[in-house]
């Protein structure tokens, strides 16, 4: 199984200030076929479902606000909250969909 | 609107065992791969299950294989998920999700809440 890991574990940034997130994965994430990274990023609200924010590595979901910037390429990533707003304040994961199983990173507690 | 709705979670003793099921609407439901992904208190998110659109190919993490089975009725739009010999580290909220076109777990339910305890 791919390893993914996540760090911090938890995160204090003020508002308005920048967040950054890294996740490590075992074994490369990058297809070689297509250049793409398989790996999302989730973010996890208390009482909420999971939120779809990024895949291949840096592409926004619809509705994910411009501030979330995912990067990285390979076995390294990021993601990067700039301006952080109060309703930033949650859990967010990394996961590896390059093959099955699925696994996430151990997550990161987000908090003003 | 794309939407998952699960039910059938509650309290059950160690060793029983509960039927979820994920009732989807909004989408083509039987052309999606479908998974259930749950998460323990105080602990991370963990893929479970997932099966294949028309049902005919199943995988299990290795914590619930042989206890657990996935199945899905496209013409229902709905996905179970049969907890057998259910033990106190089953106990979480399940989620089922679905995989969208960029591959990803782009849909997901509110979750339901399992709880293994006596």
């Known amino acids: 199984d791919i390893v993914m890991t996540q760090s911090p574990g938890s995160l204090a940034v003020s508002l308005g200030a920048r967040a950054t997130i890294t996740c490590k994965s075992s074994q490369s994430l990058l297809y070689s076929s297509n250049k793409k990274n398989y790996l999302a990023w989730y973010q996890l609200k208390q009482g909420q479902p999971p939120k779809l924010l990024i895949y291949w590595a840096y592409t926004r979901e619809s509705g994910c606000p411009d501030r979330f910037i995912g990067g990285g390429s390979g076995t390294d990533f990021t993601l990067t909250i700039n301006n952080l707003q109060a309703e930033d304040v949650a859990l967010y994961y990394c996961q590896q969909y390059y093959n099955t199983p699925r696994t996430f990173g151990q997550g990161t507690n987000l908090e003003i | 609107e794309e939407q998952l709705v699960e039910s059938g979670g509650g309290l059950v003793q160690p060793g029983g065992s509960l039927r979820l099921s994920c009732a989807a609407s909004?989408?083509?439901?039987?052309?999606?791969?479908m998974y259930w992904i749950r998460q323990a208190p105080g602990k991370g998110l963990e893929w479970i299950s997932r099966i294949n659109n028309d049902g005919n190919s199943t995988k299990y993490a290795d914590s619930v294989k042989g206890r657990f089975t996935i199945s899905r009725d496209n013409s229902k739009n709905t996905l179970y998920l049969q907890m057998n010999s259910l033990r106190v580290e089953d106990s979480g909220i399940y989620y089922c999700a679905r995989v969208g076109a960029q591959l990803v777990w782009d849909t997901w339910g509110q979750g339901t809440l399992v709880t293994v305890s006596s």
């Open positions: 909004g989408f083509i439901f039987s052309s999606h791969w």
